[in-house]
């Protein structure tokens, strides 16, 4: 088992620019997140996925779109990227959302915008 | 709303002295209580976590933690420190019950001196 795999490990793009980040989970997991990560702020949940088919925002989605293409995949969308949103990326997977199961992450996706 | 506070941003600690790592939790009832590690350059994994039972949970690598629910507390604690233990890590909190999102803390780096 690969459990998560992101694509790509490293970014740079320039203001303005386009991306989608990829990942993917092999553990039939229902419930997917993508997070940042930057430095004192912890891990801060962009969106989720309590299902295959749903996506909701978390604490910080603007600037960002997501879309659940099957139960495996979840990706990341920056439309028009910004220097602010240079972070590390990270997804993650549960069995089931909520407080109780948990969370596999991904190797990161380090993105610069300048 | 449910939150997670480590106090400790920084902490160093000789090769083979105890350590303990502090976590503070707000939330209305007993919730899910998670320690994960990243090591440099990784996605998180997790340490142990907590739900009810048995106050002082063990987990990989050697390390344990205690609740004290009259604390609000759930401090993560390993005898003797190993140099490849320098890591950040980051307690987590999450509800018991429906779908709610897991919140991390701003995590810890840990330095182990020779």
């Known amino acids: 088992n690969a459990g998560v795999t992101q694509t790509p490990k490293f970014q740079v793009l320039k203001t303005g620019q386009s991306m989608t980040l990829q990942c993917a989970q092999d553990m039939n997991h229902n419930s997917m997140y993508w997070y940042r990560q930057d430095p004192g702020m912890g891990l801060r949940l962009i969106y989720y996925?309590?299902?295959?088919?749903?996506?909701d925002k978390g604490e910080v989605p603007n600037g960002y779109n997501v879309s659940r293409l099957n139960k495996r995949e979840f990706s990341l969308r920056l439309e028009s990227a910004a220097p602010s949103q240079t972070s590390v990326y990270f997804c993650?997977?549960?069995?089931?959302?909520?407080?109780?199961?948990?969370?596999?992450f991904g190797p990161g996706t380090r993105l610069t915008v300048t | 709303a449910q939150s997670v506070t480590q106090p400790d941003i920084h902490i160093t600690v000789s090769e083979g002295a105890s350590l303990e790592l502090r976590c503070n939790y707000s939330y209305g009832a007993t919730p899910y209580l998670f320690w994960y590690v990243q090591s440099p350059g990784q996605g998180l994994q997790l340490l142990l976590k907590?739900?009810?039972?048995?106050?002082l949970v063990q987990g990989i690598k050697g390390f344990e933690a205690e609740f004290k629910r009259s604390q609000s507390s759930f401090n993560l604690r390993k005898p003797s420190v190993h140099w490849s233990d320098a890591a950040e890590y980051f307690c987590?909190?999450?509800?018991?019950?429906?779908?709610?999102?897991?919140?991390f803390g701003t995590g810890t780096k840990l330095q182990v001196i020779p």
């Open positions: 987590a909190v999450g509800p018991a019950g429906g779908y709610q999102k897991v919140t």
């Open positions: 993650a997977s549960s069995e089931e959302g909520g407080g109780r199961y948990e969370q596999y």
């Open positions: 996925s309590a299902s295959e088919g749903t996506t």
């Open positions: 907590y739900f009810s039972g048995d106050t």
